[in-house]
């Protein structure tokens, strides 16, 4: 049986910075590249953080049924899993691990029910979050006050996966889900 780690989150409570850590304890663990069509930021690398195209070739994709989930997250800025990706990662004997949003992770579990383990990593609080999302300085008053409307909403939807990892101190939070990764892969 194929299995599916599922890591999901508002944006700023640190999901990405969870699976990295988990990423370097299991080394069967591999990022799903998500699609976005969204330009890379910083250093991120197309094939590496993400595979970036344009917003035709993610809606022809979805016409041809190639992604698992996809999401019009932000206005005109599509995400998605390919199945492709998938595949590639357990050809290879791997686990894909899926840093993706609130939405998408419900739709991954309705699909794949067995096999997948999805972990909801909750912030402190929503202040806190808002704390961290103004720390990044990439936002600007409207996009954090859209950040932090939708976390608010995103939270509503905890209870909907498998186990919830408050993520208070990064390094707790990190060991919290250690053993629940170990768990499931000995499963």
């Known amino acids: 049986m194929n299995k599916i780690i599922i890591i999901t989150a508002p944006s700023g409570a640190g999901k990405t910075s969870i699976t990295k850590y988990l990423m370097q304890r299991f080394p069967t663990l591999k990022f799903s590249v998500s699609a976005a069509t969204r330009k890379a930021r910083g250093i991120e690398k197309d094939g590496v953080d993400y595979y970036f195209i344009s917003e035709d070739d993610f809606k022809h994709k979805i ?3 190639e992604f698992i989930e996809w999401e019009m997250v932000y206005e005109g800025k599509y995400y ?9 990662i357990w050809a290879d004997g791997n686990v894909p691990v899926l840093d993706i949003d609130v939405k998408g992770a419900i739709h991954v579990q309705q699909q794949f029910n067995e096999g997948t383990l999805s972990l909801f990593i909750e912030p402190p609080s929503v202040e806190e979050l808002k ?8 936002e600007t008053p409207e996009s954090l006050a859209a950040r ?3 976390a608010s909403y995103e939270l509503s939807f905890k209870d909907h996966f498998d186990e919830v990892v ?7 939070a990190c060991a919290a889900a250690e053993k629940i990764v170990a768990h499931f892969l000995k499963r």
Request: glycine share 6%; hydrophobic share 25%.
């Open 80 to 88: 998605g899993t390919l199945k492709s990706e998938l595949q590639r």
């Open 63 to 65: 016409q041809h049924n």
């Open 166 to 172: 408050v993520n208070a101190q990064l390094d707790e």
């Open 131 to 138: 704390k961290r999302l103004e720390s990044r300085g990439t």
């Open 148 to 150: 932090v409307n939708k």
